[in-house]
C-alpha cells in the first residue's frame, strides 16, 4: 500500500522561503512521475510541479521561477523549495504521482501559511 507523508511547511513571512519533503513507501519510487499539488481554502486542489522519473520537471505559470521540485530516487524522497512566497501560496501541499487525474491515497499534506 502506497503512504505519502509530506512534511516542512510552517508560517513563514511573504518573501520567505520552504522546503517541502514528501517520503514515499510501498511503490518503486523511481517509476513514477512524481508531484506536488496545492489546495487553498476554498478552492480546488491544483498541480504546481511536476518531476518525471527521470528527473524532467514543469511547472504551473503561477510558481515558475519561485518553486523547485526535486526527488532522490535513493531515499524514496521528493522535494519542493519554495522561494519568494507570496501570500497567495498560503495553501495545504500534497505530493501524489504525477499521472494526474489518476491518484494513490492522499497523505494529510503540510500547511503552508504566508503572512506577516
Known amino acids: 500500500q502506497v503512504q505519502l507523508v509530506e512534511s516542512g511547511g510552517g508560517l513563514v513571512q511573504p518573501g520567505g522561503s520552504v522546503r517541502l519533503s514528501c517520503t514515499v513507501s510501498?511503490?518503486?519510487?523511481?517509476?513514477?512521475?512524481m508531484a506536488w499539488y496545492r489546495q487553498a481554502p476554498g478552492k480546488q486542489r491544483e498541480l504546481v510541479a511536476l518531476?518525471?522519473?527521470?528527473?524532467?520537471?514543469n511547472y504551473a505559470n503561477s510558481v515558475k521561477g519561485r518553486f523547485t521540485i526535486s526527488r532522490d530516487n535513493a531515499l524514496n524522497i521528493m522535494y519542493l523549495q519554495i522561494t519568494t512566497l507570496k501570500p497567495e501560496d498560503t495553501a495545504v501541499y500534497y505530493c501524489?504521482?504525477?499521472?494526474?487525474?489518476?491518484?494513490?491515497?492522499w497523505g494529510q499534506g503540510t500547511q503552508v501559511t504566508v503572512s506577516s
Open positions: 501524489n504521482r504525477g499521472d494526474y487525474p489518476n491518484s494513490w491515497a
Open positions: 510501498g511503490i518503486l519510487f523511481n517509476s513514477y512521475a
Open positions: 518531476i518525471s522519473f527521470h528527473g524532467s520537471t
